[in-house]
T-cell receptor, first 112, second 113 residues
Framework: SQQGEEDPQALSIQEGENATMNCSYK?????LQWYRQNSGRGLVHLIL?????REKHSGRLRVTLDTSKKSSSLLITASRAADTASYFC????????????FGKGTMLLVSP | DAGVIQSPRHEVTEMGQEVTLRCKPI?????LFWYRQTMMRGLELLIY????????DSGMPEDRFSAKMPNASFSTLKIQPSEPRDSAVYFC???????????FGDGTRLSIL
């Protein structure tokens, strides 16, 4: 079963708007990562947040982590058409060695 | 610095044929991962190598799948014999250490007819 589940499955917004995607997971984690995938390409790492962190920023990206609720959110501010992609959260599932389990992703469409 | 390089980018073959996918990780990375992506199942980890040694192969679907990493700069994923349900995009990724961000290749789109 999926460790991480993103919500919503699809999101359509206009350029300049903010986009918020959520991720829920089931087991304790050491870190949570967000990735972006453009059509026909591999995944690209965006940001990593550790279990002892609550919020992290990188440019127009803001990630929050609530370990008590086992959830994370990714906020993209002032979105651009180039942000159109699928976004995935991934958790390490606390296996003792670090493989990642990915959710099924949120497809974001940003219209000009 | 070159990223993860996968070949071929596309492969179309008939069922029953042997398929070999290749991956060159980023130099200096000690962890390598093979994934399979489908619409139905999403992105699934097939196998994880650390320092060229397979650590977790619990995601390998069945004995028809095998993976090797003969040295730090090369890995293969082999399917023999191939079946139509193996059609998917196969990704290779590498990372500096196991829990560091992973760098993905652009994948091999495999179609088994």
């Amino acid at each position: 079963s999926q460790q991480g589940e993103e919500d919503p499955q699809a999101l359509s917004i206009q350029e300049g708007e903010n986009a918020t995607m959520n991720c829920s997971y089931k087991t304790s984690i050491n870190n949570l990562q967000w990735y972006r995938q453009n059509s026909g390409r591999g995944l690209v790492h965006l940001i990593l947040i550790r279990s002892n962190e609550r919020e992290k920023h990188s440019g127009r990206l803001r990630v929050t982590l609530d370990t008590s609720k086992k959830s994370s959110s990714l906020l993209i501010t002032a979105s651009r058409a180039a942000d159109t992609a699928s976004y995935f959260c991934a958790t390490d599932a606390g296996k003792g060695y670090s493989t990642l389990t990915f959710g099924k992703g949120t497809m974001l469409l940003v219209s000009p | 610095d070159a990223g993860v390089i996968q070949s071929p980018r596309h492969e179309v073959t008939e069922m029953g044929q042997e398929v070999t996918l290749r991956c060159k990780p980023i130099s200096g990375h000690n962890s390598l991962f093979w994934y399979r992506q489908t619409m139905m199942r999403g992105l699934e980890l097939l196998i994880y190598f650390n320092n060229n040694v397979p650590i977790d192969d619990s995601g390998m679907p069945e004995d028809r799948f095998s993976a090797k990493m003969p040295n730090a700069s090369f890995s293969t994923l082999k399917i023999q014999p191939s079946e139509p349900r193996d059609s998917a995009v196969y990704f290779c990724a590498s990372s500096l250490y196991g829990d560091q961000p992973q760098h993905f290749g652009d994948g091999t789109r495999l179609s088994i007819l």
